[in-house]
T-cell receptor, first 115, second 110 residues
Framework: EPEVTQTPSHQVTQMGQEVILRCVPI?????FYWYRQILGQKVEFLVS????????KSEIFDDQFSVERPDGSNFTLKIRSTKLEDSAMYFC?????????????FGEGSRLTVL | GQQVMQIPQYQHVQEGEDFTTYCNSS?????IQWYKQRPGGHPVFLIQ?????EVKKQKRLTFQFGEAKKNSSLHITATQTTDVGTYFC??????????FGTGTQLKVEL
């Protein structure tokens, strides 16, 4: 069964360092998303991406964050200068069609720990 | 911005008891989706409701979308230990942003 894959599964970094989280969405999906979940809390929307551009982003997704689809398969989330409060589980998701009618398929997540 | 709240936050039940979680949005929704997240896992899609007043069933799970399309509920009949996890509703107001609810964590005891 097709699945969304994410790497790394866990990354530990020092405050102020840059981090890149990688995702390979399901191959025929057209919409890509990043969400984050601080331990024990709700799943928070960061950004949606379609047709090689951001379609929506949340207040969390400030200038420290960027997304890119550098080739036909990968979808990356970059945090330029990490802060302690960026520690969370980051989930990538993809869907065949947009959220209005589309089911989201989530990856297993990348746990980011900022020290 | 859009806020989606769920109650209760936690629910402990004995196996065989019923369980219900309620979801309320601050704005009218285009659709509502429900996801289940097992401990240590990722959200997994359960169902989507689109029409006002819609009711859908999946075995022991019953999902309902309110008439005003601002609330929803998930009811599990005769819970089993495999039902353990956090249940999230998630809604969109029409754009490409799915807002998750605060979640209800279900624990089932034998």
């Amino acid at each position: 069964e097709p699945e969304v894959t994410q790497t790394p599964s866990h990354q530990v970094t020092q405050m102020g360092q840059e981090v890149i989280l990688r995702c390979v969405p399901i191959s025929n999906h057209l919409y890509f998303y990043w969400y984050r979940q601080i331990l024990g809390q709700k799943v928070e929307f960061l950004v949606s991406f379609y047709n090689n551009e951001i379609s929506e982003k949340s207040e969390i997704f400030d200038d420290q964050f960027s997304v890119e689809r550098p080739d036909g398969s990968n979808f990356t989330l970059k945090i330029r200068s990490t802060k302690l409060e960026d520690s969370a589980m980051y989930f990538c998701a993809s869907s065949v069609i947009g959220m209005v009618t589309g089911e989201l398929f989530f990856g297993e997540g990348s746990r980011l720990t900022v020290l | 911005g859009q806020q989606v709240m769920q109650i209760p936050q936690y629910q402990h039940v004995q196996e065989g008891e019923d369980f219900t979680t309620y979801c309320n949005s601050s704005t009218t929704l285009s659709n509502i989706q429900w996801y289940k997240q097992r401990p240590g896992g990722h959200p997994v899609f359960l169902i989507q409701l689109v029409k006002s007043g819609e009711v859908k069933k999946q075995k022991r799970l019953t999902f309902q979308f309110g008439e005003a399309k601002k609330n929803s509920s998930l009811h599990i009949t005769a819970t089993q230990t495999t039902d353990v996890g956090t249940y999230f509703c998630a809604g969109t107001g029409g754009g490409n942003k799915l807002t998750f609810g605060t979640g209800t964590q279900l624990k089932v005891e034998l």
